[in-house]
């Protein structure tokens, strides 16, 4: 039992290591070549204000991509931790259990949401 939850720890050190350079790199290289073609630009047209602008550009874009890079990272272990806590209501099929109850009139607000619903036992 104890190698089994080293083991878990050791994995969730790595994947952690691994966001992080992830992270990086996808921080890096968008500002890397928004920096080198700002300068390309602005010695060719010599207007000196595209540089700051491409400069910019790169560390918007490199924020963006590592912003969306955590919301999967966080996605995917939340779908993992929910897959190994069969009390929350998730299956296979659906890792994810609705975020509401759906009792009463409500609509389902996804296709997700309206298969969840056709599959409810009527116990329910």
Do not use: N
């Not at 931790?81 to 259990?97: A, I, L, M, Q, V």
């Not at 609705?98 to 056709?118: C, N, Q, T, V, Y």
Request: glycine share 8%.
């Amino acid at each position: 039992m104890k190698s089994e939850e080293k083991k878990r720890k050791e994995r969730k050190a790595l994947s952690m290591l691994v966001l992080i350079t992830q992270i990086g790199i996808c921080m890096l290289v968008p500002i890397f070549l928004c920096v080198f073609l700002g300068q390309h630009i602005s010695r060719i047209t010599g207007v000196d204000i595209l540089f700051p602008v491409f400069l910019l550009l790169g560390i918007l874009a490199g924020f963006r991509s590592s912003y969306t890079m955590i919301q999967r990272f966080v996605r995917l272990g939340d779908i993992r931790s929910r897959k190994s806590y069969p009390d929350r209501g998730c299956t296979p099929e659906h890792p994810s259990p609705p975020e509401k109850d759906f009792g009463g009139d409500d609509m389902p607000e996804s296709r997700w949401d309206a298969e969840f619903l056709e599959k409810k036992d009527p116990e329910d």
